[in-house]
């Protein structure tokens, strides 16, 4: 609550929070919009491989070229304005520079530049959280021992979802079940960057004109993003995910805490303390009205009857018992809100979510029969989606996680709906991203929990 009054305090010791943003694609533009209006805070660098796409966003959101125009990254500490860089490494190893924020959207990219600033003793704020949930755990871990902040980015779903999570046990409840909102049918599952438009309720040519890319938004539909969002969700808050992954139960915001509670009690959760996608259509295709399509949630249960009485009195909406309730945020702004981890993690060395164990995996799964030989084209493709597994279960089967599942060739046959396995592709082992991922698999398989894989 006192984030603002500490920028304040930061901007009159003429002390500012120092920015360095690597990707400047659509959620750093949003939230460098917000930048010029943030008090005490400076963005002393922007690097991009494509540096003519990150001005035309700077230009699209409004930034003047004065303020983007220095030469040198020393040059924008001196004068208090920005400097575009192709060079990442200088940008992140800059003495200035306190935070560095991850937005390129490449997993293993993502991975490399993590591990960059938390050798340089910088602050991370990951938004690229393809990366988080595929090595998420170990890179939170290194940041820890190297007396730095890795965090989820705020304005993205799982850390909304971790805010809510923490509120709750804050504030005495015991939660249930918590995740995202989500348009689902089962046949989205196979659907491609070729069917997308029809499927998310656009035309080509409106997509066209609103500069929608198909495979991103490809990647949300078809049920890859809410996999690896429900991974760092599940890794960060200890929440896990059912034996079989996300159900995407049809569901309206009166019916969370009816719905989100326990087969054994009426519900349709495996088990309490669950993390799980609730979907805006029913199954004939029709949309629910008052759904949370771009939503988060949260059900929680009183610990006693006094407290069921106080959601009665104050209107809650509860399950038959009256004992399970929730709580939900409909909306969320991306990269608006970034700079509420920024300041979290510069002011209060604190994470706005980060992982505490390996409990969820983000795993390829074939959306077609594929054949030796043919070459996986990863998130939003037209070979695999994402699908959410415990940790456990993900290591038991061997699962390649989906943020390696690009531009790597089939050594033998895959089934349509089947799991992806590391004995199925040829990958190469000597790759730093791939070694560190093995490193966190084998330095945290006997830390997963069993209860989520029986």
């Not at 089962?186 to 309720?201: C, E, I, L, R």
Request: aromatic share 6%.
């Amino acid at each position: 609550m006192n984030l603002h009054k500490k920028l304040v305090q930061r901007a009159a010791e003429n002390r500012p929070v120092r920015v360095g943003v690597i990707g400047c694609g659509k959620f750093a533009s949003m939230y460098l919009a917000q930048a010029p209006t943030t008090p005490g805070l400076h963005i002393v660098g922007i690097a991009d491989m494509a540096p003519s796409r990150a001005i035309e966003n700077l230009r699209r959101i409004g930034w003047e070229p004065a303020r983007y125009g220095a030469k040198s990254l020393g040059e924008a500490v001196d004068k208090g304005t920005t400097c575009l860089t192709e060079d990442v490494r200088a940008l992140v190893q800059h003495p200035a520079v306190d935070v560095i924020i991850e937005s390129t959207g490449h997993p293993p990219a993502g991975v490399r530049h993590a591990l960059l600033a938390i050798a340089a003793k910088k602050h991370v704020v990951m938004v690229t959280v393809e990366a988080d949930a595929f090595c998420g755990p170990l890179l939170a871990r290194r940041a820890a021992e190297a007396g730095v902040i890795y965090s989820l980015a705020y304005g993205d779903q799982p850390a909304l979802i971790c805010d809510l999570v923490d509120w709750a046990r804050a504030a005495g409840f015991s939660v249930a079940a918590a995740g995202r909102g989500h348009k689902w049918l089962p046949k989205f599952a196979q659907s491609t960057p070729d069917t997308v438009w029809d499927n998310w309720g656009l035309s080509a040519e409106q997509a066209r004109i609103g500069g929608m890319n198909p495979r991103m938004f490809n990647s949300f539909l078809d049920g890859t993003k809410p996999a690896i969002e429900s991974t760092a969700v599940a890794n960060a808050t200890g929440l896990t995910p059912a034996p079989d992954g996300l159900a995407y139960p049809p569901c309206a915001t009166p019916d969370l805490a009816t719905i989100m509670r326990p087969r054994a009690e009426g519900g349709m959760l495996d088990h309490k303390g669950q993390v799980e996608v609730v979907s805006s259509l029913r199954p004939d295709g029709s949309e629910i009205a008052d759904n949370l399509r771009w939503g988060v949630w949260v059900v929680f249960e009183a610990p006693n009857d006094y407290a069921a009485r106080c959601f009665r009195e104050y209107g809650l909406a509860t399950d038959s018992t009256g004992r399970y309730a929730s709580m939900y945020k409909r909306w969320h702004l991306i990269g608006l809100e970034l700079g509420i981890s920024v300041a979290a993690v510069a002011l209060r060395g604190e994470p706005t979510g980060a992982a505490t164990g390996f409990r969820a995996d983000a795993v390829a799964m074939a959306k077609r029969d594929m054949n030796q030989g043919d070459v996986l084209d990863g998130e939003g493709g037209y070979t695999v989606s994402g699908k959410l597994l415990p940790a456990r279960k993900s290591l038991a089967l061997g699962a390649l996680p989906i943020g390696l599942a690009h531009n790597v060739t089939l050594k033998r046959p895959v089934k349509t709906g089947a799991v992806v396995t590391w004995q199925d592709v040829a990958i190469d082992e000597t790759d730093d991203v791939v070694r560190f991922r093995r490193e966190m698999e084998r330095a945290f398989a006997v830390e997963t929990p069993r209860k989520a894989a029986e």
